[in-house]
């Protein structure tokens, strides 16, 4: 199939046409179409694979693509990317894209994991206060 026509076939059949290449090729294919219908194409390959192709350091500026995903999709995908890709992902993405995949309102998966310095992690663990001495005062 010609590259130049793959933007204007339906994204369902291009997806399945793809669907037993490798995941390099798909990202490949999707670098030589315009962005919103590679959005389509990805929107429309099986969840698994999607998540590997955007995992292909041969994917150009996948940020593009995530600008015409729906956020319910791009969410998902986000997710399920690897960590590397993720962070390379977020610094690409336009602020406006970013806001909408990245709310201020989610929690960060930095205050999801790290707990609170005072916790008490059982009775065979002393939880000890320490407070930094500083000038003037007569205690530490």
Known sequence: MEDSRLENRDPVHVARTLGSAHDADIAEALNAIEPGAAARVLAALPFDQAVRTLNQPELDRPARLFEHLPTDKA??????????????????????????????????ARSRTSAPRDTHRGPSMRCTCWTPWTAGSSTW
């Open 75 to 108: 969410v998902a995908l986000v997710a399920a990317m690897s960590a590397d890709q993720r962070a390379d992902l977020f610094r690409e993405l336009p602020g406006r894209t970013r806001a909408r995949l990245f709310p201020a309102g989610r929690s960060s």
